[in-house]
């Protein structure tokens, strides 16, 4: 496909130099449906990216718009708080009777400001007010949010710069495999906690992602999971499971620690929680922990109730049946069978690959080749994005609702990519 770069002297004559995505995608987005977005020069574009994770169930789903424009349409309430609206309510009994309740999940749920990091960013005020103490451990190349405290248990190097100040109470230990395998599942962690010369204070709580999606795609093992749930118990630190991207169904189960057979203390849901891309975030913890004063966590935005009708229009249609997770399993297994070709026909590149569900990573032995890569998928009409700490990893995001062929189409894209850059 040829394209035409934009014309783009508004986004940068006036828009900050802050901006990322779009210099990468040089196009001017018009529209979207499905797993497809469409310029304004009438271009199609395959999305393997679904908004970062946001867009689970593709741009403009016509089920949860149907009920976005019902509810706009009877003047339901747009912005309410944290007061009580009917479409709070509809939220919280689905999200129970659909979610917590046939998991037999003992969460409360709490509504801080609509972005991933507040949510995290309240779980780590949580978990310091229950335990009295002010440290959290972390892992090694985490991500979990760009403002202060989220940043604070965040690896990236250049994202924790963008700080201008230390970042302080968080302590970074191995994720799994970062060692190789030669070192023991948290033998430096248990001894760093045991050592009264160690200099760690002892954690309020340990914050973790089963799959670290801006990361590099690196995926925990279960046992490991399990291993870091029965430290926490051991230790007297809770768990917090940043399920932001991850979650409502990105690798499978509608949280992504459920393989693992763990119960986390305090979990954290963004994303694609309201399904159409619309702000909204929880903060799960179990009841015992919900020892918050009134007011004490708030925001403006919090409780946006467009996306609570749209969460719940999301959930009735695609999790109350189980099918999804059968779904996106089986779309898993294509991407990998795809991905595995791909890495023997190029074998000469040191190529690898990794993921759960439909959350997969593309690496090559040369770090620059993923940018090279994504680069040219964008001009073949394939969005994709790079992850990892040098983006050496080709990130891949599809919507789950994708079709086979969708997909299937996606995946010889990026082989083609693949072969332009060799």
């Known amino acids: 496909m040829t394209i035409t770069p934009p014309a783009l002297s508004v986004f940068e004559s006036l828009e900050s130099e802050v901006r990322s995505y779009c210099r990468g995608w040089p196009a001017v987005f018009d529209r979207a449906q499905g797993a497809r977005l469409t310029d304004e020069d009438g271009h199609s574009y395959l999305d393997f990216f679904a908004g970062a994770g946001s867009l689970n169930y593709g741009h403009n789903n016509p089920v949860l718009k149907r009920a976005l424009i019902d509810y706009i349409e009877r003047d339901g309430i747009t912005h309410g708080l944290d007061m009580a609206t009917t479409a709070k309510r509809a939220f919280l009994e689905t999200f129970q009777n659909v979610i917590l309740r046939p998991r037999d999940l003992p969460y409360k749920v709490m509504f801080p400001g609509p972005t991933g990091t507040n949510a995290v960013e309240a779980a780590l005020k949580l978990a310091r007010k229950v335990k009295g103490r002010e440290s959290i451990v972390s892992f090694t190349n985490a991500f979990h949010g760009m403002s202060l405290g989220s940043l604070a248990v965040t690896g990236n190097a250049f994202k924790r710069a963008g700080a201008g100040i230390p970042l302080v109470h968080g302590t970074p230990m191995p994720f799994d495999n970062y060692l190789d395998g030669r070192v023991p599942d948290f033998l430096w962690f248990e001894r760093l906690l045991e050592d009264q010369g160690s200099g760690l204070n002892k954690p309020a709580a340990v914050i973790v992602e089963t799959v670290q999606g801006e990361g590099g795609i690196n995926v925990a093992r279960p046992e490991w999971l399990r291993a870091l749930a029965d430290l926490c118990r051991r230790r007297d630190m809770l768990l917090i499971v940043d399920d932001i991207q991850m979650g409502c169904g990105r690798t499978g189960a509608f949280f992504s620690f459920e393989e693992a057979g763990i119960v986390p203390d305090i979990v954290t849901v963004s994303k694609s929680i309201s399904g159409y891309g619309l702000p909204l975030s929880l903060c799960l913890f179990k009841g015992e922990l ?43 297994e294509q991407v990998e069978q795809a991905l595995l070709a791909l890495c023997t026909e190029h074998g000469r590149l040191g190529a690898s690959y990794r993921g759960r569900g439909l959350v997969w990573g593309l690496e090559f032995a040369d770090p620059a080749r993923a940018s090279e890569v994504c680069a040219r998928a964008f001009e073949l009409g394939l969005l994709l994005e790079t992850s990892g700490p040098q983006s050496e990893v080709v990130k891949l995001l599809p919507p789950l609702t994708i079709t086979p062929e969708e997909l299937d189409e996606g995946l010889r894209t990026l082989a083609r990519a693949v072969a332009a850059t060799v």
Do not use: S
């Open 290 to 332: 919900d020892v918050w004063e009134p007011g004490e966590h708030n925001g403006t935005f919090r409780g946006n109730n467009p996306a609570f009708v749209t969460a719940t229009a999301a959930l009735d249609a695609y999790w109350a049946d189980g099918q999804m997770e059968k779904h996106t399993l089986a779309r898993g």
